[in-house]
Structure formats: C-alpha cells, structure tokens
Nanobody
C-alpha cells in the first residue's frame, strides 16, 4: 500500500507560479513511476505530467509543456510539480499518482490514468484572471 499526500495548492493570479508536492508513504518510492493529473469541474480527469522512477524521463501534456516541470527526490519520497505562467484554464484539483514499475525499464512512464495504482486526495489550484 502506498499513501500519497499532496500539498502546495492555492489561489494565484494569472502569470503566477505554484509548486505542488506529493509525499509518498509506504512502499519503496523509487519503484514507482509518478504522474500528476488534474480535474476541473464538469471535466474528466486529465493527464498533466509523468516521470520515470529514477527521474531520468519526463513527459508532459501539450497544454502545460514549457510551463510546468515535474521532478522527484527519491531520498525524500517526494514528487514535485513546478507550475509557472499559470493560466485560468489551469484551475483544477491536482492529483498525484503512483504506478508500480519496478519490473519495467528505468525510463518507463505513462500518461494513462488506468496504469496508476495509487492516488492522492488532491489539492485545489485556482488561477484568477
């Protein structure tokens, strides 16, 4: 079992920045590829970014490419999402997720929510115009 706890959400003006954190408790963090997803009211949960279990590979949704950066610190069991130049359309609940990947190549990551085994409770990000 892996427990994921997000933090760092809040209210920010358009053009501003936030950094989300997700701390994992339980199993060996470095065995998991990690992802960030978001869900706006009335919308389905959407992929934002993913990172391989050693942090060597990353992947982004087109809508956030160049503005968001995913990273991880395996020594701290934490994955981060640095969000710059925020836009009102980035407003959503942001979730981190863990995909058990110890048996996969070290560069493995996935953008499919169906591949993730564990989810956090989410943190609200609101961007005002």
């Amino acid at each position: 079992q892996v427990q994921l706890v997000e933090s760092g959400g809040g209210l920010v003006q358009a053009g501003g920045s936030l950094r989300l954190s997700c701390v994992a408790r339980g199993r060996t963090f470095s065995n998991y590829a990690m992802g960030w997803f978001r869900q706006a009211p009335g919308n389905e949960r959407a992929f934002v970014a993913a990172i391989s279990r050693r942090g060597t590979s990353t992947y982004y949704a087109d809508s956030v490419k160049g503005r968001f950066t995913i990273s991880r610190d395996n020594a701290k069991n934490t994955v981060y999402l640095q969000m710059n130049n925020l836009k009102p359309e980035d407003t959503a609940v942001y979730y981190c997720a863990a995909d058990y990947a110890a048996y996969r190549a070290t560069g493995y990551y996935t953008s499919s929510s169906n591949d993730y085994n564990y989810w956090g409770q989410g943190t609200q990000v609101t961007v005002s115009s």
